[in-house]
Structure formats: C-alpha cells, structure tokens
C-alpha cells in the first residue's frame, strides 16, 4: 500500500453511539490521549503519523524532553525537601513536647514542699510506668519487624480525601510509610512513631518518679535532661529551616512559586487519568492544589508564544476534563507553561468543555473513517513541524526575499 494511502486508511472498527462518541464491538468508548488531541489539533496528517510510528524528528524535540526531564527532577527534589521539611518539624514538636513535659517535671519537684510526695509512692508508679514504657518499646519494635500492614490490608496514606480519594491516592506516592526491607517488612511509620514517643515519655516520667525521694538528685537530673533533649529537638529544627530553603530554592529555579503544592510531577511512575464515558486518557506533566483544587499543568519548550497555541490549549484541556471525571469536582483553571518564566492560565466552562467533546469525536470517527488529511495551507507550519520530512502533505516553504 502505498505511504500516502496508508496515512489515509481507517485505524480501528467502530460505532457511533447516540452521544456522538465511538465504540468498538464490545461496547467500550475507543480511547483518544490528550497528546494525540495535542497532535491532532496542530495537524491531522502529523497525528496520524505520529500513530504509525513515525517519530519527531529534531533539535527542539531531544532539547524538549532534556527539559522535562530537568523540570520533573527539580520538583522531586522540591517534594523531597517539603517532606523533610514536614518530618523535621513533626519530629521536633515531639521532642519539644518531651521538654516541656521534663520541664514540668522539674519544675514539681523544685517547688513542692517535703512531705507533699510520698516517697514509696512515687516509687513504685515510677517502676510501673518503666516497666510500661518497656512494654510500648517492644510493640513498636515488633510493629516495625513484622509486615503489619500487608497482613490487614492496610495502606496507610498520611493525607487523603474523601472528595476524590483514588486520584488523591496516586498524587501521594512519597507520603507512604518508609519500607526499609522487602514485602513490607522493617516499615516505618505514624504508629510506630507515636507507640515509640510514648515509651520514651513513660520513660522519663517513671524514671524521675523513682528518684522522688531524693527531690535534690531529681531535680538536677531533670534539669540535665531537659537540657540536652532542647539541644536534639534544636537539631531537628535547623534541619527543617534548612529543607524550607531548599524548597524555596527549588521553586525559584524552576519558576513554581505561583503554582501552588506540587502534588505530581510525570516521570518514571506516572499515573494514567482515564474517563471511560469519553474515551479519553492522559498522564499531565504536573499535578497542583491550589485551596481545594487540583490543578493541571503541562509544560511547553521552544519559543515562548504571544498567547497559548490552540494544540496546547486543547491538550490541557483534555487533562482539565479528566481531573473533573475522576474527582466529581470541575477545576476553575489549568496552567500552560512556557519555559520557567511564562504561565498562561486556561480557563475551564461547558463552553470548553463542548469543544473538547467535538475534536475527541473527531478523532474517534477519522480513526474509523479514516481520511486524515493536512488541515492548513500554511507553508510555515510545516516547515516547522518535526515529522515533516516523512509528511506526503507537506507545502513547500518559499523564504521571501
């Protein structure tokens, strides 16, 4: 067959539905990705030879995926610096919590009279609460040993919703417990660190309670371990200060100041958006929130336009509707970025929305159909479109004189 009637020919075997959408035999919606809506959009012939196998070809595409790659590597270290940020600081209000309850400590037995604390007493809930602490520290330890969670089917998230909790389960893949062995064993994480907290509280104050008959020798050990816990939980908070400059650091560098929390950002375990009313699916270059939304972004390299081209426009379109289908929740807005310095905001209505819904039933009916065609006359575009070589529809490009 020849090249330019293959280009031509039908994809797959389809039916229209009544919602104007097209399905296969088995009555599934056939699929269409956000960057073939992309693609599509700038060129159909450029879309289906994308299709085909035909790849762009170029110094701007080898310096576009350079550049996303850049960009997904400075958001991972941005969220690796906020969670260290957001451990340092957990960490530290623990330890300052162990201060404060030391400082009381010292403070009861500094101050109350002789004769207010009865010595056997005080003793002996000391000893009891030793003796409890020791058994919180062997829980947590066998809760650290033993692959807990993967026994009761737990998979414990740190920050969830109830609005649109499957999305927000894959937007938190490093805020999962800390596996530092195989198949769940040696994992760390709140219960562990909350039962541990604990001992180490039951410690101090059974350890001080035992020594309440000599309030002298108590207070002066109080005191000493008040001090030295302050100097820990200060080391806790100088690394959390220096992970929030990082983070700062990052966003300057890579132009996210005004993008909200970055939730995801697309690279070697990218999550897969799909509506199967439509058909449509996609994996956007980052996810944001922004007060209760989520934000789609996508990253554009190259010359940075006057406005947003309309190709693009419609891709992040596409990732706008696929975030409203899986959370029930429309986004007001979603970002296209050019480079690290220029952010076109898009808006999201029925309007658009409308628009997105023909160009999906577009390329539906034309992979049925088959036909596609170059839609322009504009010797410029395909001049500078990236699978022009390989292209039977191109037009000539005349530089003027």
């Given at each position: 067959?020849?090249?330019?009637?293959?280009?031509?020919?039908?994809?797959?075997?389809?039916?229209?539905?009544?919602?104007?959408?097209?399905?296969?035999?088995?009555?599934?919606?056939l699929?269409?990705?956000?960057?073939?809506i992309?693609?599509?959009?700038?060129?159909?012939?450029?879309?289906?030879?994308?299709?085909?196998?035909?790849?762009?070809?170029?110094?701007?595409?080898?310096?576009?995926?350079?550049?996303?790659q850049?960009?997904?590597?400075?958001?991972?270290?941005?969220?690796?610096?906020?969670?260290?940020?957001?451990?340092n600081?957990v960490?530290?209000?623990?330890w300052?919590?162990?201060?404060?309850?030391?400082?009381a400590?010292?403070?009861?037995f500094?101050?109350?009279?002789?004769?207010?604390?009865?010595?056997?007493?005080a003793?002996?809930?000391?000893?009891?609460l030793?003796?409890?602490?020791?058994?919180?520290?062997?829980?947590?330890?066998v809760?650290?040993?033993?692959?807990w969670?993967?026994?009761?089917?737990?998979?414990?998230?740190?920050?969830?919703?109830?609005?649109?909790?499957?999305?927000e389960?894959?937007l938190?893949?490093?805020?999962?417990p800390?596996e530092?062995g195989?198949?769940?064993?040696?994992t760390?994480?709140?219960p562990e660190?909350?039962?541990?907290f604990?001992?180490?509280?039951?410690?101090?104050?059974?350890?001080?309670?035992?020594f309440?008959?000599?309030?002298?020798l108590?207070?002066?050990?109080?005191?000493?371990?008040?001090?030295?816990w302050?100097?820990?939980?200060?080391?806790r908070?100088?690394?959390?200060?220096?992970?929030?400059?990082?983070v700062?650091?990052?966003?300057?560098?890579?132009?996210?100041e005004?993008?909200?929390?970055?939730?995801?950002?697309?690279?070697g375990?990218?999550?897969?958006?799909?509506?199967?009313?439509t058909?449509?699916?996609?994996?956007?270059d980052?996810i944001?929130?922004?007060?209760?939304?989520?934000i789609?972004?996508?990253?554009k390299?190259?010359?940075i336009?006057k406005?947003?081209?309309k190709?693009?426009?419609?891709?992040?379109?596409a990732?706008?509707?696929?975030?409203?289908?899986?959370?029930k929740?429309p986004?007001?807005?979603?970002?296209?970025?050019?480079?690290?310095?220029?952010?076109?905001?898009?808006?999201?209505?029925?309007?658009?929305?409308?628009?997105?819904?023909?160009?999906i039933?577009?390329i539906?009916?034309?992979?049925?159909?088959?036909?596609?065609?170059?839609?322009?006359?504009?010797?410029g575009?395909?001049?500078?479109?990236?699978r022009?070589?390989?292209c039977?529809?191109?037009l000539?490009f005349?530089?003027?004189?």
């Open positions: 067959m020849e090249p330019t009637t293959r280009l031509r020919s039908p994809l797959k075997q389809g039916t229209e539905r009544s919602d104007g959408f097209w399905e296969d035999s088995e009555g599934k919606t699929k269409v990705s956000a960057s073939e992309e693609r599509y959009v700038y060129c159909p012939m450029s879309w289906r030879m994308e299709i085909e196998g035909i790849s762009a070809k170029g110094k701007e595409v080898e310096l576009g995926i350079e550049r996303h850049r960009m997904h590597q400075m958001i991972v270290e941005k969220i690796e610096a906020q969670n260290a940020f957001t451990r600081i960490i530290w209000s623990w300052f919590a162990v201060v404060l309850t030391l400082a400590d010292t403070a009861a500094y101050f109350v009279q002789d004769g207010l604390i009865d010595s056997e007493l003793s002996m809930i000391g000893k009891f030793v003796l409890l602490a020791l058994v919180w520290l062997i829980l947590a330890i809760l650290l040993i033993l692959p969670r993967r026994w009761l089917g737990w998979n414990e998230i740190l920050s969830s919703s109830e609005e649109d909790p499957d999305i389960n894959d938190q893949p490093l805020n999962t800390l530092l195989e198949k769940g064993w040696l760390f994480g709140r660190a909350l039962i541990l604990s001992a180490i509280a039951l410690s101090l104050h059974g350890v001080a309670l035992t309440a008959q000599n309030r002298s108590a207070t002066f050990a109080l005191l000493v371990l008040a001090l030295i302050t100097l820990l939980a200060t080391t908070l100088q690394a959390a200060l220096t992970a929030n400059k990082r700062k650091e990052k966003d300057i560098e890579g132009g996210l005004d993008l909200g929390e970055i939730k995801y950002s697309d690279g375990d990218s999550i897969l958006l799909e509506d199967k009313k058909g449509l699916r996609g994996r956007p980052q944001t929130r922004i007060g209760e939304d989520l789609p972004v996508e990253l390299t190259g010359k336009p406005k947003p081209h190709s693009h426009r419609f891709q992040i379109l990732y706008l509707h696929l975030i409203e289908s899986m959370t929740s986004p007001p807005f979603g970002f296209l970025r050019y480079g690290t310095e220029s952010v076109f905001s898009i808006e999201w209505n029925q309007k658009e929305k409308e628009n997105l819904f023909s160009v039933k577009e539906q009916q034309i992979s049925v159909e088959g036909g596609a065609k170059r839609d322009h006359n504009r010797p575009k395909c001049e500078s479109c990236s022009r070589q390989d039977p529809d191109r000539e005349i530089p003027t004189q």
